[in-house]
């Protein structure tokens, strides 16, 4: 069974600062889906990225950028120039690239200092 | 596009009353759709997967008399807890699946239960 692990907590970032974001994943399969979720106050679920593991580009969405370690089962977020909106809990998830489960991790509560 | 509604958005009820949770695909047609419970920091528990005219599928771990998933069409599916008690206190989410977003899940904005 595909596991997916968030070893942070908690994080902090000053405003306008950069802040990353750890996520490792165990699976065997060789194709799949990566994801990273927002959930801010109000706790809608927000996506953020989307990596699909046979791309060796990382993604990027404006100010959200990934590093996709496949090698290493690693798939961190990096978040630059924070804004206090970022504030959130955000949490990595993995899909199987036939399947339509999302496995999340725990989740790592980000604040942004102003 | 892709939006999902959920209602109610609170409910509160007293033990032993039963309580539905709707769940809407407002602007697509969605075959499957699921639901989560989320506690207080932690992290969304995938309770079932409800697929549109069949029998849900449950988690393990998850009661299936305690939780009754009815996916009557293809933008609504409803979560009934029966029997609530304050144990099942708790934020319930749902998403749908979009066969046009390659299986991406929408989600709705989650509906909080407080059984008194």
Same mark, same amino acid.
């Not at chain 1, 993604?59 to 990934?66: G, K, Y």
């Not at chain 2, 099942?88 to 991406?104: G, K, L, Q, V």
């Given at each position: 069974?595909?596991?997916?692990?968030?070893?942070?907590? $908690?994080?902090?970032?000053?405003?306008? $600062?950069?802040?990353?974001?750890?996520?490792?994943?165990?699976?065997?399969?060789?194709?799949?889906?990566?994801? /990273?979720?927002? &959930?801010?106050?109000?706790?809608?679920?927000?996506?953020?990225?989307?990596?699909?593991?046979?791309?060796? &580009?990382? #993604?990027?969405?404006?100010?959200?950028?990934?590093?996709?370690?496949?090698?290493?089962?690693?798939?961190?977020?990096?978040?630059?120039?924070? &804004?206090?909106? %970022?504030?959130?809990?955000?949490?990595?998830?993995?899909?199987?690239?036939?399947?339509?489960?999302?496995? @999340?991790?725990?989740?790592?509560?980000? =604040?942004?200092?102003? | 596009?892709?939006?999902?509604?959920?209602?109610?958005? =609170?409910?509160?009820?007293?033990?032993?009353?039963?309580?539905?949770?709707?769940? =809407?695909?407002?602007?697509?047609?969605?075959?499957?759709?699921?639901?989560?419970? &989320?506690?207080?920091?932690?992290?969304?528990?995938?309770?079932?997967?409800?697929?549109?005219?069949?029998? #849900?599928?449950?988690?393990?771990?998850? $009661?299936? %008399?305690?939780?009754?998933?009815?996916?009557?069409?293809?933008?609504?599916?409803?979560?009934?807890?029966?029997? #609530?008690?304050?144990?099942?206190?708790?934020?319930?989410?749902?998403? #749908?699946?979009? /066969?046009?977003?390659?299986?991406?899940? @929408?989600?709705?904005?989650?509906?909080?239960?407080?059984?008194?």
């Amino acid at each position: 069974a595909q596991t997916v692990t968030q070893s942070q907590p $908690e994080m902090s970032v000053q405003e306008a $600062e950069t802040v990353t974001l750890s996520c490792t994943y165990d699976t065997s399969e060789s194709d799949y889906y990566l994801f /990273w979720y927002k &959930q801010p106050p109000s706790r809608q679920m927000i996506l953020v990225i989307r990596q699909e593991a046979y791309k060796q &580009q990382n #993604a990027t969405e404006n100010r959200f950028s990934v590093n996709f370690q496949k090698a290493a089962k690693s798939f961190s977020l990096k978040i630059s120039d924070s &804004q206090l909106g %970022d504030a959130a809990m955000y949490f990595c998830a993995y899909r199987r690239e036939y399947g339509n489960k999302l496995v @999340f991790g725990a989740g790592t509560i980000l =604040r942004v200092k102003s | 596009g892709a939006v999902v509604s959920q209602h109610p958005s =609170r409910v509160i009820c007293k033990s032993g009353t039963s309580v539905k949770i709707e769940c =809407r695909s407002l602007d697509f047609q969605a075959t499957t759709m699921f639901w989560y419970r &989320q506690f207080p920091k932690q992290s969304l528990m995938l309770m079932a997967t409800s697929n549109e005219g069949s029998k #849900a599928t449950y988690e393990q771990g998850v $009661e299936k %008399d305690k939780f009754l998933i009815n996916h009557a069409s293809l933008t609504l599916s409803t979560l009934t807890v029966t029997s #609530a008690h304050p144990e099942d206190s708790s934020f319930y989410i749902c998403s #749908a699946i979009s /066969w046009r977003s390659y299986n991406e899940q @929408f989600f709705g904005p989650g509906t909080r239960l407080t059984v008194l």
